[in-house]
């Protein structure tokens, strides 16, 4: 297995307890197309359950010449985002981003250059805030027979400060994973594991605690049921007695829909339950 980046060394378990459940919105849509010049399309709409409906469209462009990759987006805060990427060209293994954002009504313009240098044991990134500070967030992580070991720190140019720093450590196989991090200056602590049962059945819990705040364990667990190959169920719940539902299904060939449904199962006569539905439509 190829070493992920710091923020994935608890990814098996964290997608399993967070992507697809569709509560957390009232309405999401997306809308992707590819033109015959090859330019890919993306177009998204969210309706949250309290404020204001949000998206955006999306643009993208690779040229296979130059190894470039442009990607241009325009959001309903009025918004442009532009990024620029450059893959395996400066050196085997490292890709570069330039990222651009710009917001016409107030004239603000930032500007921020990421690096990825992945190798077979080693994957590291660098995230530089090139307007604002400057600031710089940095990250690495090695691999070795699944065993993983990394860490994160902030850094304040300006200031010349260390403004944050995490740790983590992993043990990654394709039937089960188990990772346990150290975040926020090694004041949140969590444990996660994954452990894929079979073809058709997933499991996962994680365990947080904040070591300023509280002295309580948050606990979730999940699971996930693959019904048949166009289909899947998903469930969870955590300590506070939150507990959701998802069902995903393909109805046809680029059509996809889901239905989520949260429930606070202390509070059922009280109106804190959550419905939400996603379709997606790829052409």
Known sequence: MSV??????????????NKDFYHTTATNIEVKSKAPNGV?????????????TSGNIEAKYFDAPSGLTLTQAWTTANVLDTKVELEDKIAKGLRAEVLTNFLPN??????????????????????????RGPTANIDAVIGHEGF?????????????AITRYSAGIGYAMPEYSAAL?????????SASYYHKVNSEVEAGARATWDSKSSNNVGLEVASKYRIDPASFAKAKVNDRGIAALAYNI??????????????????????????GTSFTFEG
Request: proline share 4%; aromatic share 8%; glycine share 8%.
């Open 40 to 52: 890919t399309f993306n177009v998204r709409g969210k309706s949250a359950h309290e404020g204001s």
């Open 106 to 131: 107030s004239q603000k313009f930032g500007a921020k250059l990421n690096l990825y240098f992945k190798q077979p044991n080693f994957h590291g990134r660098a995230f530089v805030d090139v307007l």
């Open 4 to 17: 992920p980046a710091f923020s994935d060394i608890a990814k098996p378990s964290n997608d399993l307890l």
């Open 181 to 189: 991090t150290a975040a926020n200056s090694l004041s949140v602590f």
């Open 250 to 275: 393909r109805l046809r060939p680029g059509v996809t829909v889901g239905l989520g449904l949260s429930l606070d199962t202390q509070n059922l006569n009280e109106a804190a339950h959550k419905v």
């Open 148 to 160: 993983l070991l990394g860490a994160e720190a902030g850094f304040d140019v300006q200031k010349a």
